[in-house]
Protein backbone atom coordinates (compact mmCIF):
# COMPACT_ATOMS: atom_id res chain seq x y z
CA UNK A 1 0.00 0.00 0.00
CA UNK A 2 1.36 3.80 -0.89
CA UNK A 3 1.52 5.91 1.87
CA UNK A 4 -1.15 8.96 2.30
CA UNK A 5 -0.34 11.99 -0.02
CA UNK A 6 1.31 14.17 1.84
CA UNK A 7 3.73 11.90 3.65
CA UNK A 8 5.49 9.30 1.11
CA UNK A 9 7.59 6.29 1.73
CA UNK A 10 10.43 5.53 -0.69
CA UNK A 11 9.84 2.09 -3.23
CA UNK A 12 12.81 -0.02 -3.54
CA UNK A 13 11.77 -3.86 -4.84
CA UNK A 14 8.16 -3.05 -4.46
CA UNK A 15 8.37 -1.93 -0.96
CA UNK A 16 7.09 1.29 0.38
CA UNK A 17 10.09 2.43 2.70
CA UNK A 18 10.92 4.14 5.47
CA UNK A 19 14.43 5.31 6.87
CA UNK A 20 13.51 7.33 10.09
CA UNK A 21 14.38 10.86 8.35
CA UNK A 22 12.24 12.68 5.86
CA UNK A 23 12.67 15.35 3.38
CA UNK A 24 10.41 18.49 3.67
CA UNK A 25 8.18 19.68 0.78
CA UNK A 26 7.02 23.30 0.70
CA UNK A 27 5.00 25.00 -1.68
CA UNK A 28 6.69 27.54 -3.93
CA UNK A 29 4.01 29.99 -3.90
CA UNK A 30 3.00 29.84 0.23
CA UNK A 31 5.80 28.59 1.86
CA UNK A 32 3.42 25.98 3.60
CA UNK A 33 4.69 22.90 4.30
CA UNK A 34 3.19 20.43 1.64
CA UNK A 35 4.34 17.34 2.84
CA UNK A 36 7.16 15.05 3.35
CA UNK A 37 8.95 12.13 2.16
CA UNK A 38 11.38 9.40 3.50
CA UNK A 39 15.27 10.83 2.90
CA UNK A 40 17.26 8.25 1.37
CA UNK A 41 21.32 7.87 1.35
CA UNK A 42 23.70 5.80 -0.03
CA UNK A 43 22.68 2.29 1.86
CA UNK A 44 18.82 2.91 0.43
CA UNK A 45 20.55 3.79 -3.46
CA UNK A 46 22.51 0.76 -3.19
CA UNK A 47 19.07 -1.46 -2.08
CA UNK A 48 17.46 0.06 -4.97
CA UNK A 49 20.12 -1.16 -7.35
CA UNK A 50 20.18 -4.26 -6.06
CA UNK A 51 16.07 -4.79 -6.43
CA UNK A 52 16.75 -3.55 -10.13
CA UNK A 53 19.48 -6.66 -10.86
CA UNK A 54 17.02 -9.20 -9.43
CA UNK A 55 14.08 -7.39 -11.38
CA UNK A 56 16.42 -7.82 -14.60
CA UNK A 57 17.15 -11.29 -13.73
CA UNK A 58 13.31 -12.02 -15.04
CA UNK A 59 12.95 -10.05 -18.52
CA UNK A 60 9.27 -8.99 -19.15
CA UNK A 61 8.20 -9.89 -23.07
CA UNK A 62 7.70 -6.46 -25.18
CA UNK A 63 3.98 -6.99 -25.06
CA UNK A 64 3.71 -7.17 -21.13
CA UNK A 65 6.13 -3.89 -21.14
CA UNK A 66 3.76 -2.67 -24.03
CA UNK A 67 0.78 -3.11 -21.68
CA UNK A 68 1.82 -1.71 -19.34
CA UNK A 69 2.94 1.53 -20.34
CA UNK A 70 -0.52 1.57 -22.00
CA UNK A 71 -2.31 1.14 -18.66
CA UNK A 72 -0.34 3.50 -17.04
CA UNK A 73 -1.44 6.21 -19.81
CA UNK A 74 -4.91 5.18 -19.18
CA UNK A 75 -4.41 5.37 -15.37
CA UNK A 76 -3.32 9.00 -15.65
CA UNK A 77 -5.80 9.96 -17.98
CA UNK A 78 -8.42 8.49 -15.29
CA UNK A 79 -6.57 10.82 -12.68
CA UNK A 80 -6.01 13.55 -14.67
CA UNK A 81 -6.71 16.25 -12.04
CA UNK A 82 -5.43 14.93 -9.30
CA UNK A 83 -2.16 14.87 -10.79
CA UNK A 84 -2.27 18.29 -12.25
CA UNK A 85 -3.19 19.60 -8.85
CA UNK A 86 0.20 17.49 -7.59
CA UNK A 87 1.97 19.24 -10.31
CA UNK A 88 0.13 22.47 -9.25
CA UNK A 89 1.18 22.17 -5.43
CA UNK A 90 4.60 21.40 -5.27
CA UNK A 91 6.23 22.77 -8.60
CA UNK A 92 3.77 26.40 -8.26
CA UNK A 93 3.30 25.93 -11.64
CA UNK A 94 -0.53 27.35 -12.74
CA UNK A 95 -2.79 25.08 -12.72
CA UNK A 96 -3.68 25.14 -16.76
CA UNK A 97 -0.04 24.52 -17.59
CA UNK A 98 -0.07 21.63 -15.36
CA UNK A 99 -2.84 20.39 -16.82
CA UNK A 100 -1.06 20.57 -20.09
CA UNK A 101 1.96 18.60 -18.36
CA UNK A 102 -0.54 15.70 -17.29
CA UNK A 103 -1.95 15.06 -20.38
CA UNK A 104 1.24 15.52 -22.70
CA UNK A 105 2.76 12.47 -19.76
CA UNK A 106 0.03 10.54 -20.98
CA UNK A 107 1.12 10.79 -24.31
CA UNK A 108 4.53 10.41 -23.36
CA UNK A 109 3.29 6.58 -22.16
CA UNK A 110 1.37 5.85 -24.94
CA UNK A 111 4.58 6.23 -27.77
CA UNK A 112 6.87 4.48 -25.74
CA UNK A 113 4.68 1.49 -26.05
CA UNK A 114 4.41 1.54 -29.27
CA UNK A 115 8.54 1.95 -29.11
CA UNK A 116 8.20 -1.41 -26.97
CA UNK A 117 6.13 -3.69 -29.98
CA UNK A 118 8.94 -2.29 -32.47
CA UNK A 119 12.31 -2.84 -30.87
CA UNK A 120 14.01 -4.44 -33.90
CA UNK A 121 17.75 -5.13 -35.35
CA UNK A 122 18.56 -4.84 -38.90
CA UNK A 123 19.76 -7.87 -41.02
CA UNK A 124 23.98 -7.36 -42.37
CA UNK A 125 24.55 -7.24 -45.68
CA UNK A 126 27.28 -9.98 -45.54
CA UNK A 127 27.54 -11.21 -49.16
CA UNK A 128 28.64 -7.59 -49.58
CA UNK A 129 32.43 -8.26 -48.88
CA UNK A 130 33.72 -11.39 -49.80
CA UNK A 131 34.91 -11.94 -45.94
CA UNK A 132 30.57 -12.43 -45.83
CA UNK A 133 29.91 -14.89 -48.01
CA UNK A 134 28.08 -17.99 -46.79
CA UNK A 135 27.31 -16.08 -43.67
CA UNK A 136 23.80 -14.51 -42.44
CA UNK A 137 23.95 -11.71 -39.94
CA UNK A 138 21.67 -9.12 -38.14
CA UNK A 139 21.43 -7.60 -34.90
CA UNK A 140 19.15 -7.92 -31.85
CA UNK A 141 18.41 -4.96 -29.90
CA UNK A 142 19.26 -5.80 -26.42
CA UNK A 143 18.52 -3.60 -22.53
CA UNK A 144 21.75 -1.55 -21.97
CA UNK A 145 20.92 -2.86 -18.41
CA UNK A 146 19.93 -0.78 -15.50
CA UNK A 147 19.04 3.01 -15.35
CA UNK A 148 20.00 5.49 -13.05
CA UNK A 149 17.44 8.48 -13.94
CA UNK A 150 17.69 12.21 -12.23
CA UNK A 151 15.31 14.83 -13.13
CA UNK A 152 14.35 18.36 -12.48
CA UNK A 153 12.01 20.52 -10.47
CA UNK A 154 10.07 22.07 -13.54
CA UNK A 155 8.32 19.53 -15.15
CA UNK A 156 8.15 17.05 -12.33
CA UNK A 157 5.51 14.53 -14.15
CA UNK A 158 6.48 15.15 -17.72
CA UNK A 159 10.26 14.57 -17.63
CA UNK A 160 9.82 11.67 -15.19
CA UNK A 161 8.15 10.04 -17.96
CA UNK A 162 10.56 11.13 -20.38
CA UNK A 163 13.03 8.50 -18.94
CA UNK A 164 10.93 5.93 -17.02
CA UNK A 165 8.93 5.05 -20.15
CA UNK A 166 11.17 4.64 -22.74
CA UNK A 167 13.72 2.87 -20.33
CA UNK A 168 10.71 -0.01 -19.60
CA UNK A 169 10.03 0.27 -23.18
CA UNK A 170 13.54 -1.03 -23.81
CA UNK A 171 13.10 -3.69 -21.06
CA UNK A 172 15.69 -1.84 -18.22
CA UNK A 173 14.95 -1.25 -14.89
CA UNK A 174 15.28 2.14 -13.13
CA UNK A 175 16.30 3.74 -10.33
CA UNK A 176 14.80 7.38 -10.48
CA UNK A 177 16.04 10.39 -8.24
CA UNK A 178 13.08 12.94 -8.45
CA UNK A 179 14.61 16.60 -7.75
CA UNK A 180 13.92 16.64 -4.03
CA UNK A 181 11.41 19.85 -4.26
CA UNK A 182 9.18 18.17 -6.47
CA UNK A 183 8.61 14.39 -5.38
CA UNK A 184 5.07 13.68 -5.26
CA UNK A 185 4.32 13.71 -8.99
CA UNK A 186 7.19 11.04 -9.51
CA UNK A 187 6.31 9.24 -6.10
CA UNK A 188 2.11 9.44 -7.47
CA UNK A 189 3.58 7.91 -10.83
CA UNK A 190 5.79 5.12 -9.56
CA UNK A 191 2.29 4.18 -7.63
CA UNK A 192 0.34 4.14 -11.39
CA UNK A 193 2.99 1.82 -12.66
CA UNK A 194 2.85 -0.86 -9.85
CA UNK A 195 -1.07 -0.90 -10.33
CA UNK A 196 -0.83 -1.10 -13.73
CA UNK A 197 1.10 -4.38 -12.95
CA UNK A 198 4.83 -3.29 -13.37
CA UNK A 199 6.62 -6.21 -10.87
CA UNK A 200 8.90 -5.49 -8.62
CA UNK A 201 12.24 -3.50 -8.23
CA UNK A 202 11.40 -2.42 -12.25
CA UNK A 203 11.14 1.05 -11.20
CA UNK A 204 12.82 2.37 -7.63
CA UNK A 205 12.38 5.39 -6.30
CA UNK A 206 15.35 7.73 -4.25
CA UNK A 207 14.48 11.20 -2.78
CA UNK A 208 17.71 12.71 -0.83
CA UNK A 209 20.66 14.21 -0.90
CA UNK A 210 21.78 14.49 -4.55
CA UNK A 211 25.14 14.00 -4.16
CA UNK A 212 24.93 11.23 -1.88
CA UNK A 213 22.64 8.97 -4.39
CA UNK A 214 24.35 10.59 -6.45
CA UNK A 215 27.93 9.32 -6.39
CA UNK A 216 26.15 5.37 -5.85
CA UNK A 217 24.89 5.91 -9.22
CA UNK A 218 27.70 6.74 -10.77
CA UNK A 219 30.42 4.40 -8.78
CA UNK A 220 27.91 1.51 -9.07
CA UNK A 221 29.26 -0.53 -12.10
CA UNK A 222 25.64 -2.08 -12.64
CA UNK A 223 24.28 0.88 -13.46
CA UNK A 224 24.76 1.26 -17.48
CA UNK A 225 23.22 4.36 -17.95
CA UNK A 226 22.49 7.51 -16.53
CA UNK A 227 20.00 9.87 -17.90
CA UNK A 228 20.01 13.70 -16.58
CA UNK A 229 17.79 16.56 -17.07
CA UNK A 230 19.10 19.39 -15.39
CA UNK A 231 21.48 22.16 -15.02
CA UNK A 232 24.74 21.82 -17.39
CA UNK A 233 27.21 22.11 -13.78
CA UNK A 234 25.94 18.98 -12.53
CA UNK A 235 25.35 17.06 -15.42
CA UNK A 236 28.55 17.37 -17.33
CA UNK A 237 30.37 16.87 -13.97
CA UNK A 238 28.34 13.65 -13.97
CA UNK A 239 29.68 12.43 -17.76
CA UNK A 240 32.62 13.34 -16.77
CA UNK A 241 32.60 11.21 -13.80
CA UNK A 242 31.74 8.06 -15.36
CA UNK A 243 33.12 7.95 -18.30
CA UNK A 244 32.23 4.34 -18.97
CA UNK A 245 28.40 4.83 -18.57
CA UNK A 246 26.40 6.07 -21.13
CA UNK A 247 25.41 9.46 -19.47
CA UNK A 248 22.71 11.28 -21.29
CA UNK A 249 22.39 14.72 -20.38
CA UNK A 250 19.46 17.42 -21.17
CA UNK A 251 20.30 20.39 -20.02
CA UNK A 252 19.73 24.25 -19.98
CA UNK A 253 19.15 26.81 -22.51
CA UNK A 254 19.12 31.36 -23.61
CA UNK A 255 16.62 30.84 -26.37
CA UNK A 256 16.55 33.31 -28.69
CA UNK A 257 13.71 33.86 -31.10
CA UNK A 258 14.31 36.30 -34.45
CA UNK A 259 11.59 38.08 -36.00
CA UNK A 260 12.13 39.35 -39.37
CA UNK A 261 10.41 42.11 -40.94
CA UNK A 262 8.23 40.05 -43.15
CA UNK A 263 6.61 38.15 -40.16
CA UNK A 264 2.87 37.92 -39.19
CA UNK A 265 4.00 40.77 -36.35
CA UNK A 266 0.68 39.77 -34.50
CA UNK A 267 0.98 36.55 -34.62
CA UNK A 268 4.52 36.48 -33.61
CA UNK A 269 3.68 38.63 -30.55
CA UNK A 270 1.08 36.32 -29.30
CA UNK A 271 3.27 33.63 -29.47
CA UNK A 272 6.14 35.17 -27.65
CA UNK A 273 3.99 36.49 -24.41
CA UNK A 274 2.73 33.31 -24.08
CA UNK A 275 5.81 31.64 -24.30
CA UNK A 276 8.73 33.92 -22.51
CA UNK A 277 6.64 33.42 -19.17
CA UNK A 278 4.88 30.94 -18.99
CA UNK A 279 6.02 29.28 -15.52
CA UNK A 280 7.42 31.92 -14.55
CA UNK A 281 10.07 30.99 -17.77
CA UNK A 282 11.29 28.05 -15.55
CA UNK A 283 11.20 26.24 -19.26
CA UNK A 284 14.81 25.18 -20.60
CA UNK A 285 13.14 26.94 -24.05
CA UNK A 286 11.36 29.96 -22.40
CA UNK A 287 12.08 32.49 -24.80
CA UNK A 288 14.85 34.60 -23.07
CA UNK A 289 16.23 36.46 -26.41
CA UNK A 290 14.15 38.64 -29.10
CA UNK A 291 16.09 39.70 -31.73
CA UNK A 292 13.45 41.88 -34.11
CA UNK A 293 14.45 43.15 -37.78
CA UNK A 294 14.94 47.11 -37.15
CA UNK A 295 12.20 48.28 -39.55
CA UNK A 296 9.38 46.55 -36.99
CA UNK A 297 10.99 46.75 -33.79
CA UNK A 298 8.46 49.69 -32.70
CA UNK A 299 5.54 48.08 -34.39
CA UNK A 300 6.54 44.54 -32.39
CA UNK A 301 6.81 46.07 -29.04
CA UNK A 302 3.64 48.04 -29.60
CA UNK A 303 2.01 44.32 -30.15
CA UNK A 304 4.12 42.23 -27.32
CA UNK A 305 4.15 44.75 -24.41
CA UNK A 306 0.53 45.07 -23.79
CA UNK A 307 -0.10 41.06 -24.01
CA UNK A 308 3.01 41.08 -21.83
CA UNK A 309 1.10 43.27 -19.30
CA UNK A 310 -2.03 41.33 -19.38
CA UNK A 311 -0.56 38.34 -18.08
CA UNK A 312 -1.99 37.49 -14.92
CA UNK A 313 0.32 37.08 -11.92
CA UNK A 314 -0.83 35.42 -8.80
CA UNK A 315 -1.75 32.05 -6.84
CA UNK A 316 -0.94 29.03 -9.25
CA UNK A 317 -3.74 26.95 -7.86
CA UNK A 318 -6.40 30.07 -9.36
CA UNK A 319 -7.67 28.96 -12.41
CA UNK A 320 -6.54 33.03 -14.35
CA UNK A 321 -3.21 32.32 -13.31
CA UNK A 322 -0.60 32.85 -16.17
CA UNK A 323 2.50 33.31 -14.30
CA UNK A 324 2.83 32.23 -10.63
CA UNK A 325 6.42 31.89 -8.43
CA UNK A 326 9.81 30.75 -8.59
CA UNK A 327 10.77 27.61 -7.54
CA UNK A 328 11.96 29.29 -4.14
CA UNK A 329 13.18 32.78 -2.77
CA UNK A 330 16.64 32.09 -3.94
CA UNK A 331 15.29 31.64 -7.34
CA UNK A 332 13.49 34.83 -7.65
CA UNK A 333 16.23 36.81 -5.68
CA UNK A 334 19.04 35.73 -8.19
CA UNK A 335 16.80 36.61 -11.31
CA UNK A 336 16.18 39.99 -9.81
CA UNK A 337 19.72 40.03 -9.00
CA UNK A 338 20.54 39.68 -13.23
CA UNK A 339 17.74 42.26 -13.80
CA UNK A 340 19.63 44.88 -11.48
CA UNK A 341 22.67 44.40 -13.30
CA UNK A 342 20.99 45.00 -16.60
CA UNK A 343 19.71 47.91 -14.83
CA UNK A 344 23.04 49.26 -13.84
CA UNK A 345 24.65 48.15 -17.09
CA UNK A 346 22.90 50.48 -19.27
CA UNK A 347 19.86 48.36 -20.11
CA UNK A 348 15.94 49.52 -20.19
CA UNK A 349 13.26 47.61 -18.55
CA UNK A 350 10.30 48.16 -20.41
CA UNK A 351 8.11 46.31 -18.45
CA UNK A 352 8.40 44.73 -14.88
CA UNK A 353 11.27 44.23 -13.48
CA UNK A 354 9.83 44.39 -9.79
CA UNK A 355 7.63 42.17 -7.55
CA UNK A 356 3.92 42.10 -7.23
CA UNK A 357 3.40 40.76 -3.66
CA UNK A 358 6.16 37.91 -3.49
CA UNK A 359 6.17 36.99 -7.10
CA UNK A 360 8.50 38.50 -9.68
CA UNK A 361 6.11 40.49 -12.71
CA UNK A 362 6.86 39.54 -16.56
CA UNK A 363 10.13 41.65 -17.36
CA UNK A 364 11.27 42.90 -20.98
CA UNK A 365 14.35 44.36 -20.87
CA UNK A 366 15.63 46.58 -23.52
CA UNK A 367 19.38 47.69 -24.68
CA UNK A 368 21.09 44.13 -22.71
CA UNK A 369 24.58 44.28 -23.81
CA UNK A 370 25.76 40.61 -24.85
CA UNK A 371 27.74 40.62 -21.60
CA UNK A 372 25.21 40.70 -19.34
CA UNK A 373 24.15 37.84 -17.28
CA UNK A 374 20.57 38.17 -19.38
CA UNK A 375 21.98 37.67 -22.21
CA UNK A 376 24.20 34.94 -21.96
CA UNK A 377 23.39 33.40 -19.39
CA UNK A 378 20.40 31.16 -18.69
CA UNK A 379 18.14 33.36 -16.96
CA UNK A 380 15.14 30.65 -15.98
CA UNK A 381 12.84 33.33 -15.04
CA UNK A 382 10.38 35.59 -16.14
CA UNK A 383 12.34 37.71 -18.22
CA UNK A 384 13.62 38.49 -21.58
CA UNK A 385 15.31 41.05 -23.79
CA UNK A 386 14.40 42.38 -27.21
CA UNK A 387 17.08 43.74 -29.47
CA UNK A 388 17.25 45.02 -32.68
CA UNK A 389 19.21 44.18 -35.90
CA UNK A 390 19.85 45.12 -39.41
CA UNK A 391 20.62 42.11 -41.27
CA UNK A 392 19.73 38.33 -41.13
CA UNK A 393 23.07 37.32 -40.67
CA UNK A 394 23.55 39.60 -38.02
CA UNK A 395 20.82 38.14 -36.15
CA UNK A 396 21.70 34.55 -36.79
CA UNK A 397 25.25 35.69 -34.97
CA UNK A 398 23.62 37.09 -31.81
CA UNK A 399 21.09 33.72 -32.00
CA UNK A 400 24.23 31.68 -31.79
CA UNK A 401 26.27 34.23 -29.82
CA UNK A 402 25.73 31.71 -26.34
CA UNK A 403 27.56 28.59 -25.20
CA UNK A 404 24.04 26.90 -25.24
CA UNK A 405 21.99 24.57 -28.39
CA UNK A 406 18.49 23.69 -27.55
CA UNK A 407 16.06 25.16 -29.87
CA UNK A 408 15.29 28.70 -31.40
CA UNK A 409 12.69 30.01 -33.61
CA UNK A 410 12.49 32.44 -36.68
CA UNK A 411 9.21 34.09 -37.63
CA UNK A 412 9.22 34.91 -41.33
CA UNK A 413 7.10 34.59 -43.81
CA UNK A 414 10.12 33.63 -46.45
CA UNK A 415 10.06 30.19 -47.32
CA UNK A 416 13.98 30.76 -48.12
CA UNK A 417 15.02 32.64 -45.18
CA UNK A 418 13.49 30.51 -42.93
CA UNK A 419 15.12 27.05 -44.34
CA UNK A 420 18.47 28.79 -45.06
CA UNK A 421 18.48 30.07 -40.68
CA UNK A 422 16.94 26.66 -39.89
CA UNK A 423 20.57 25.76 -41.73
CA UNK A 424 22.51 27.99 -40.27
CA UNK A 425 21.31 28.22 -36.54
CA UNK A 426 23.49 25.95 -34.01
CA UNK A 427 20.77 24.53 -32.16
CA UNK A 428 19.02 20.95 -31.86
CA UNK A 429 15.79 22.45 -33.04
CA UNK A 430 14.53 24.91 -34.92
CA UNK A 431 10.96 26.52 -35.02
CA UNK A 432 9.70 28.40 -37.92
CA UNK A 433 6.73 30.91 -37.01
CA UNK A 434 6.49 28.98 -33.54
CA UNK A 435 7.90 29.63 -30.72
CA UNK A 436 11.01 27.19 -29.72
CA UNK A 437 9.16 26.79 -26.63
CA UNK A 438 7.12 24.39 -28.46
CA UNK A 439 7.56 20.85 -27.72
CA UNK A 440 5.11 18.09 -29.04
CA UNK A 441 6.09 14.71 -27.24
CA UNK A 442 7.45 12.13 -30.19
CA UNK A 443 9.59 14.84 -31.70
CA UNK A 444 13.32 14.52 -31.31
CA UNK A 445 14.38 16.78 -28.34
CA UNK A 446 17.61 17.91 -26.98
CA UNK A 447 20.80 20.08 -27.71
CA UNK A 448 23.56 20.64 -29.00
CA UNK A 449 27.05 22.84 -27.27
CA UNK A 450 26.66 23.09 -23.86
CA UNK A 451 22.86 22.41 -24.11
CA UNK A 452 23.41 18.42 -23.70
CA UNK A 453 24.41 15.05 -25.80
CA UNK A 454 21.24 13.12 -26.44
CA UNK A 455 17.68 13.64 -27.95
CA UNK A 456 14.94 12.33 -25.92
CA UNK A 457 11.16 11.34 -27.08
CA UNK A 458 10.35 7.61 -26.68
CA UNK A 459 11.79 6.33 -30.07
CA UNK A 460 15.10 8.33 -30.12
CA UNK A 461 15.64 7.93 -26.20
CA UNK A 462 14.80 4.00 -26.32
CA UNK A 463 18.28 4.04 -28.85
CA UNK A 464 20.06 5.01 -25.78
CA UNK A 465 18.66 2.35 -23.71
CA UNK A 466 19.29 -0.77 -25.65
CA UNK A 467 22.59 -2.07 -27.28
CA UNK A 468 22.98 -3.39 -30.45
CA UNK A 469 23.87 -7.42 -30.06
CA UNK A 470 25.41 -8.64 -33.71
CA UNK A 471 24.74 -12.43 -34.54
CA UNK A 472 26.15 -14.22 -37.35
CA UNK A 473 25.25 -17.49 -38.64
CA UNK A 474 27.74 -19.76 -40.60
CA UNK A 475 25.38 -21.35 -43.45
CA UNK A 476 28.14 -24.03 -44.81
P1 LIG B 1 19.57 20.83 -11.05
O1 LIG B 1 19.78 21.65 -9.83
O2 LIG B 1 20.74 20.45 -11.87
O3 LIG B 1 18.82 19.52 -10.51
C1 LIG B 1 18.40 18.51 -11.41
C2 LIG B 1 18.44 17.18 -10.68
O4 LIG B 1 19.80 16.87 -10.38
C3 LIG B 1 17.71 17.18 -9.34
O5 LIG B 1 17.10 15.91 -9.16
C4 LIG B 1 18.83 17.38 -8.36
O6 LIG B 1 18.56 16.86 -7.06
C5 LIG B 1 19.93 16.56 -9.02
N1 LIG B 1 21.28 16.86 -8.57
C6 LIG B 1 21.77 18.01 -8.08
N2 LIG B 1 23.08 17.85 -7.75
C7 LIG B 1 23.42 16.57 -8.06
C8 LIG B 1 24.60 15.79 -7.96
N3 LIG B 1 25.73 16.31 -7.48
N4 LIG B 1 24.56 14.50 -8.35
C9 LIG B 1 23.44 13.96 -8.84
N5 LIG B 1 22.26 14.64 -8.96
C10 LIG B 1 22.27 15.93 -8.59
O7 LIG B 1 18.51 21.49 -12.03
P2 LIG B 1 17.09 22.12 -11.68
O8 LIG B 1 17.31 23.43 -11.04
O9 LIG B 1 16.21 21.13 -10.99
O10 LIG B 1 16.50 22.29 -13.14
C11 LIG B 1 16.73 23.40 -13.90
C12 LIG B 1 17.70 23.12 -15.02
O11 LIG B 1 17.26 22.01 -15.79
C13 LIG B 1 17.79 24.27 -15.99
O12 LIG B 1 19.12 24.46 -16.39
C14 LIG B 1 16.96 23.77 -17.18
O13 LIG B 1 17.27 24.39 -18.39
C15 LIG B 1 17.29 22.33 -17.17
N6 LIG B 1 16.26 21.57 -17.91
C16 LIG B 1 16.58 21.02 -19.12
C17 LIG B 1 15.62 20.34 -19.84
C18 LIG B 1 15.91 19.68 -21.16
O14 LIG B 1 15.14 18.82 -21.57
N7 LIG B 1 16.98 20.04 -21.85
C19 LIG B 1 14.33 20.23 -19.32
C20 LIG B 1 14.05 20.81 -18.10
C21 LIG B 1 15.03 21.48 -17.38
P3 LIG B 1 18.01 17.80 -5.87
O15 LIG B 1 16.71 18.34 -6.32
O16 LIG B 1 17.89 16.84 -4.75
O17 LIG B 1 19.06 18.85 -5.66
Known amino acids: ?43 EARRAIDAAEAAMQEPLPAHKRAEILVRVAGYLGRRHEEVAQTICAEAGKPLKAARVEASRAM ?33 LRQPIGIVGAISPFNFPL ?18 LKPASQTPFSALLLAELEAEAGLPPGWLNVLVGPASEIGDVLVEDERVRAITFTGSGGVGWKLAERAPRKRVKLELGNATPVIVEA ?62 GP ?22 EILSGGDLDGE ?21 FGPVCTVTAYDTID ?30 QLEFGGVTVNEAPTFRADQMPY ?5 SGNTREGPAYAVREFTEDRLVVVELS
Open 1 to 43: MAATASERKLLIGGEWVETGSWVDVRSPYSGDLIGRVAKAGAA
Open 446 to 450: GGVKD
Open 262 to 323: DADLEDAATRLAANAFSFAGQSCISIQRIYVQRGVYDELLSRFLPKVEALVVGDPADEATDV
Open 158 to 175: NLVAHKLAPALAAGCAVV
Open 394 to 423: EAIELANGTRFGLQAGIFTRSIKTALAAAQ
Open 326 to 347: LIDADARDRVLAWVEEARAGGA
Open 107 to 139: STFTMAAVEARKLTGETVPMDASQAGVGKLAFT
Open 359 to 379: LLRPTVIAKAGPELKVSCEEI
